[in-house]
């Protein structure tokens, strides 16, 4: 079973559980991302920042680029994604975003 988001359907797919523990990993990555994203702490969202939305070249091992391709998600609509959001920064699970 292949978990793929679709950014325009119901959240329903936000639910569904990861069918693998690499894949639950890359989640676990890309959560983190976002939950610095929306941190009150330059020292976590700076970095996230970066990683998130300035590195677009970087396709290496665990990049966004990367874990976004194995994840079989758009960059450019998980970008738009977070940069919509309205995350408090007391949010602890940021994979209900998806």
Same mark, same amino acid.
Request: with cysteine; proline share 3%; hydrophobic share 40%.
């Given at each position: ?20 523990? *690499?894949?639950? $990993?890359?989640? /676990?990555?890309? !959560?983190?991302?976002?939950?610095? @994203? ?5 020292? %976590?969202?700076?970095?996230? *920042?970066?990683? $998130?939305?300035? /590195?677009?070249? !970087?396709?290496?091992?665990?990049? @966004? ?5 194995? %994840? ?18 007391? @949010? ?5 975003? %998806?």
């Amino acid at each position: 079973m292949s978990l793929a988001y679709d950014f325009t359907a119901q959240r329903e797919s936000a639910t569904a559980k990861p069918n693998n523990p *690499e894949h639950e $990993l890359l989640v /676990a990555i890309l !959560d983190r991302a976002v939950l610095d @994203f929306y941190s009150n702490r330059d020292v %976590l969202k700076g970095p996230a *920042e970066e990683w $998130l939305f300035e /590195a677009e070249d !970087d396709d290496g091992m665990f990049s @966004f680029e990367w874990i976004c391709q194995h %994840l079989n998600l758009n960059t450019g609509a998980v970008r738009k994604r977070v940069s919509d959001l309205k995350l408090s920064s007391n @949010f602890a699970q940021s994979h209900r975003w %998806l």
